[in-house]
């Protein structure tokens, strides 16, 4: 296990699309949710404790060898939301290209054969942490940290909001994040002894009807 292959796999400047996409923060702006680094981190705690454990956990049980498929098939059953299916699938499209350059494998070439039009992208991310010799709990670190980072840069493109407050609301998560992470790596071991039913479905609906509203704006900043 190299702890250096986490770092560039955490990286937000590794090519994988995410700094187009705002996790839900541009609508949830525009809403006025988040008006201030108190209304961003609020933000970014439901949202990791709903979306984020539902992500981190998909990824650590493809980061375990779980079958690839079945979990993009799980995970569609756990996104309610069509803009938010076409919005991973897109990312997971994405994120294999980078994967693929970086730490070429045959399960991610086997992945991408069978999902020409992207699977979604926290599978992927759990087959190339798998790829690059990391474990089930790093590739949710990954997801989990990802998952509020995305919206904490957006909101200081969208509201001018202090780059160090936004760095602090990330640092003041760190708890938090660690704590999903362990979860969603535990909720891997048991999906591999129990089946993929028992990995957590957690919602979000206001997440949900905030992606369909932002699809549909004429204008917008992010792409998601």
């Known amino acids: 296990m190299s702890r250096a292959a986490l770092l560039v796999l955490a990286d937000g400047r590794f090519p994988a699309g995410g700094h187009a996409h705002s996790g839900g923060a541009e609508a949830a702006v525009r809403a006025g949710r988040v008006r201030d680094a108190d209304g961003l981190a609020e933000f970014c705690r439901g949202r990791l404790h709903t979306a984020g454990l539902v992500s981190a956990s998909l990824a650590a049980a493809a980061a375990l060898g779980l079958d690839p498929l079945a979990l993009d098939e799980a995970a569609d059953a756990r996104t309610p939301s069509p803009a938010l299916r076409a919005t991973a699938r897109r990312l997971g499209r994405q994120m ?13 070439a086997a992945l991408a054969a069978a999902r020409p039009r992207g699977a979604h992208q926290p599978v992927v991310l759990g087959l190339a942490a798998r790829a690059a010799g990391l474990g089930p709990e790093d590739a949710a670190h990954c997801v989990a940290y990802e998952c509020v980072s995305g919206p904490a840069t957006a909101v ?19 708890p938090e994040l660690d704590a999903v992470a362990a979860r969603a790596a535990r909720w891997a071991a048991s999906a591999a002894v129990e089946g993929l039913e028992v990995l957590p479905a957690a919602s979000a609906p206001l997440l949900d009807v905030m992606a369909e509203a932002h699809a549909a704006w004429p204008v917008r900043l992010f792409a998601s």
């Open 96 to 108: 294999m290209r980078a994967a693929r350059a970086t730490w070429p494998g045959a399960e991610l």
């Open 156 to 174: 200081v493109r969208l509201l001018s909001l202090d780059p160090y407050d936004a760095t602090g609301v990330l640092a003041r998560l760190a």
